[in-house]
């Protein structure tokens, strides 16, 4: 069916002052015992599994997929930075000094530094009490599992605002000579005096620093300016596909016009083509207008607009959760003649909800067409249409995700590739191109802070119109509806107004 991508499947934040507590610990025999299945934290793996917090409980009962709990541990969306819930502890309130928490284990070795990455809170309905902390602790163990050394971070206490998250960040390691894994864990530590109170903690990252991990090696040195930014191309047989990509002006390359070109040929093996945008952009709308006849696009053709982050393993134990924080916006059969030819999607494709599909007329109509996501905490805002952004013709789709695959910001990019399903040829046998004429990025609450500018043109104009009437009735349950301007759930004469109200140059 669909291939796997790259051999997988394709408020403010304020920084807290971080509390760096070194312990240097004897092996005291400590170890986790390994449960009845592998991936909750119990067996070592190549990544921590799960940082968002959005998929529990686990195979093994545990609150948090992917963790090993202990303590008073759950999941809940009181307070949440990103995506729909967040990690929750509180005390054990066992009459003793003690912590709730949960943790796993990862590869580690002597030399390996990391930066942490997290966003924590309380709130004053339920605040953290006297000595109550969340910590962050890392023990560095050896070959046998004993513990070598630990660090530690305070994250969270009595003392902090209430009602919002912070971020807190923090330069992890070097790990000691040694090391062969690590423990990672979250906890809430609770003295003899039972505190009370509940950390809220979600968005965790740990990334590895030294080595780091290499973002380009999929990519020769050819560099194309386009649309302003400036991108690599992939230079590589890898996948998707897999594939040769290709990094000559016969398969990428900007035209006289300021479009890109994008090409599969056949110059011994066929060739694809890839770019990566050099910068990572975070949240904000990310438009593409696109030239091609994707009706008459041969069935083993995927045309792929998308963020994509490398990471450091691919290992099948940890892909369920999305590592690589993809999200998509594709135009393939995926080598069924039959098939329609768009789709929004989340990774994995094959998760329920993670993807929805949409047709595209044929004929010369649709040729152009332009296609979007706004990336937000919450979700994502998908839609597509005929047209371009100051000329949109007709509605093709619209998508509101926002599932456990939500990508959490970092070091996703942005790339744009053609490919062939599974390094087949075309069912054809005939090279295949398609024309990117630009891409535009929206930063989160950029220019456009006018609801009634549908199309992000910093203007309310007939444009704007146009999208509204597409969108004519009632809205989707979940709210993928922006032309709704005044939140009764459907689109009709009342927004309508709005927008003739609103019509005209937007203002800061």
């Not at 025999?29 to 917090?53: I, M």
Request: hydrophobic share 35%; aromatic share 12%; with cysteine.
């Amino acid at each position: 069916m669909i291939d796997l991508k790259h051999n997988t499947f394709a408020g403010r934040s304020l920084l807290l002052p971080a509390i760096l507590l070194l312990a240097h610990l004897v092996f005291d025999g400590r170890s986790l015992e390994a449960g009845p299945r592998a991936g909750e934290g119990d067996q070592v793996e190549c990544l921590y599994d799960n940082p968002s917090f959005e998929l529990g409980p686990g195979l093994e009962g545990n609150p948090v997929s992917g963790w090993s709990s202990f303590g008073n541990v759950g999941l809940g969306n009181d307070l949440v930075s990103h995506g729909r819930r967040a990690l929750w502890l509180f005390g054990p309130f066992n009459g003793e000094t003690a912590s709730s928490g949960i943790r796993c284990l990862v590869d580690a070795f002597g030399g390996w530094s990391y930066r942490l990455k997290v966003d924590v809170g309380h709130l004053s309905s339920d605040a953290l009490e006297g000595a109550a902390r969340a910590f962050f602790t890392i023990r560095w163990r050896n070959s046998a599992g004993g513990v070598i050394s630990e660090e530690s971070v305070v994250l969270l206490n009595s003392l902090d605002a209430t009602d919002s998250m912070v971020t807190v960040e923090a330069d992890i390691g070097p790990a000691p000579s040694g090391t062969r894994s690590a423990e990672i864990e979250l906890s809430f530590r609770q003295t003899a005096a039972q505190e009370s109170g509940r950390a809220w903690i979600d968005a965790f990252r740990l990334d590895r620093t030294i080595p780091g991990v290499n973002q380009w090696g999929d990519f020769g040195n050819r560099r194309i300016d386009f649309a302003g930014y400036s991108w690599r191309v992939k230079d590589t047989y890898q996948g998707p596909g897999p594939n040769q990509f290709s990094d000559s002006p016969d398969n990428a390359r900007v035209q006289s016009d300021g479009s890109l070109f994008l090409g599969i040929d056949q110059a011994g093996p066929w060739r694809c083509a890839e770019l990566a945008l050099e910068d990572y952009l975070g949240y904000g709308t990310y438009r593409f207008v696109t030239r091609g006849r994707f009706d008459q696009l041969d069935p083993n053709v995927v045309f792929g607009l998308f963020i994509w982050e490398y990471v450091s393993c691919y290992n099948s134990s940890v892909m369920w959760w999305n590592p690589p924080n993809e999200f998509d916006i594709e135009f393939s059969r995926w080598g069924d003649p039959n098939a329609v030819e768009g789709q929004f999607v989340a990774q994995p494709y094959d998760w329920p909800g993670n993807i929805s599909r949409f047709d595209v007329p044929d004929g010369p109509g649709s040729e152009v067409i332009t296609s979007e996501f706004r990336w937000e905490p919450e979700g994502m805002y998908c839609r597509a249409w005929v047209g371009t952004p100051d000329q949109p013709e007709s509605l093709l789709a619209t998508w509101f995700y926002d599932g456990p695959h939500h990508p959490r910001p970092g070091r996703a990019r942005v790339h744009l590739n053609l490919w062939l399903l599974n390094g087949s040829a075309p069912q054809n046998g005939q090279p295949a191109s398609v024309v990117v004429e630009d891409f535009i990025f929206i930063p989160q609450g950029g220019a456009n802070q006018c609801p009634a500018d549908l199309d992000d043109d910093g203007q309310v104009g007939s444009s704007d119109i146009g999208l509204l009437i597409a969108q004519w009735g009632d809205c989707n349950p979940k709210g993928d509806c922006d032309a709704d301007l005044d939140g009764d759930g459907k689109v009709n004469a009342s927004d309508l107004g709005l927008m003739i109200g609103a019509w005209g140059q937007c203002t800061s």
